[in-house]
DNA sequence: ACATAATGCACAACCGATTGCGCAATGCTG
DNA sequence: CAGCATTGCGCAATCGGTTGTGCATTATGT
């Protein structure tokens, strides 16, 4: 084995080997050759002696001459859930297509961890920073323009940037509208809701409380400030909400519009605990998860449509100046109704 | 906003700043000031300038010039899944601690992608390449070498660098005896336990095998050919082999070892749609999943560890030249059993 | 045969940080 | 006050590609 750092081969070695110079070498393994009039020969041995030595470029070097690195840049909450993961998947592998690198930080909702990600990410020299449902977009913008970097916000919108996000009003309003309908077939149509999860201070949250609304108005029902609870993304969050709401009207809600699948993970634990059936009750989750939906197919669920919103978010890549107030909402999926 | 790239603030534009030379800012900025007798007072002052310009190091330019990247790269099937997006979330906040910036590439249980990330990862001059769960890791960790790239294994072994996995055998071992347990409770011990996913050429889905053999054996029962089914790790393979046991039985088994959560899926989705209650069978899942746990309280499931794998895989980082040959295997954990 | 154009390739200056080395200024010793 | 050590810092080469420019050589036109 290598004692040491073992010399990599560089154009220089290759030039000599193939009996040509390293600007030759150059824009033959670059592509650029034809522009410079180099002959198909040399070019083709110049190629064979590459693949032959096991030749590979040096990133840094060129990223450091073109002044482009061909890094694009994400900060994401967390990957451990199956909204954010395929999130990452999916720009990972469409970034793959377009010859660009990506590189993904998690950044776990802390406003701090975001600002030093992004400025890893600037000193990187990433192309482009996508950030996903951050905290605080604007202040990372502004980082990053100062700098020269673009960025463009995803799941979460900022003012200071385009935004790729779901329509989270018109996909509440659905799931609420959907929830009301299995309420009927139950016989209860004016059974109260509880909306839980989520916080207050994300736009999302807010959309969602709005549409949620929206549905209830229009079959001509009240909305009670008390029975909408955002009380966090944590699963643990859920549990006083479900307490509190039991002590007071001493029996369950009919339905309960849960705002992710980490609260439906607390929710569903509280009624383990408590020995309450979940099948009593309905439930719609402005989130989606396989394994949930599969072992709860009466379950309402709402599927943010990814690769949409991942297509988008690459127009605005290539656009080459997308206006900072651009607000591209995505229609998600609402999965359970027949 | 700017038209085109605002050139960035150097080492250079400082140095004029601060009325000093690229070279000693340099040292102040990367801390290595003090080895060259920097004064106190200057340093002060570079910092202050630097910082009140908002100055950025070009990690290009440093990497190029060090010979080091600070880069380490891994590999990884996919990240839908809580035991992957786990390993790539803790792996990115260990590699950050140590001042070292993660880069995660998924590339689909898929030979030629894993070979085409590996050279990406190569080409960026990664300073160790992690492959995770890679269907041929011996290629990459020859295609590394050759680089001078040292490679490490994680969840699937290798023969040409240390490995570090989950004890499969022992975690088979204990999560059969465990179905075991709870047949016995139910009053049928003899019953027949169907093994179900995974790939036969996969290294821990024939030591899961084993494991669950060893534990049958424990007991003094058989494990017959046709009760092992490794029908691959996607969700669609499970229905065939459900349909094929039932046609010959006439009966469902009483329990299964089901070999991932994928699988698991796959699963619940034929009972679902074949009018069968899970609750009915005993099932056993080597791989962990909160949700699935959530909403079946009485599945058994083995958490792999982890938090500890990724520790172990960084002791072998920070030790220059462990032996090839390492396997290191951690101990899951069962969730479940009372 | 001579001027002109096209072809094929190499030279050398970069990109921005790092680092071995050396020089000037100051401090200390005798 | 000469002689030597120490302090403080800048010079210039270097990492490995990229690219504007220019110089031979060959082809084409008259």
Redesign the interface.
Known sequence: ??TE??K?LTIYDLAKLAGSSPSTVSAVLNGTWQNRRISEKLAARILAVAADA?Y??????R??RR?R?GIIGMILP???N?YF??I??IF??EARKRGL??????TNRDPQQEQAAA??M????VEKLICTGATDPDSIARMC????VETINLDLPGRLAPSVISDNRNGAKALTTAILDRLEDRGNPQDPILFVGGRIEDHNTRERIAGFREALTARGLESPEENIMPCGYSGARAAPVLDAYLLKHKTLPSAIFVNS?IT??GI??WF?EQGHNMSEIVFGCFDW????A????HFLMVRQNVPVMIDRLFDLIDSP?APSTALIEIQPEILGVQ
Chains 1, 2 share one sequence.
């Open positions: 084995m290598s750092v073992p990599r096991d590979s470029v040096n990133m840094q070097a990223a450091l002044e690195s967390l990957y451990d199956r993961s395929s990452a998947q990972e592998a690198f990506a590189i993904v930080s998690c400025q890893m600037i000193a990187h020299r323009h100062a700098q020269g699948t439906l993970e569903a634990r383990n998860d396989p394994l949930a599969v072992f709860n197919p100046h």
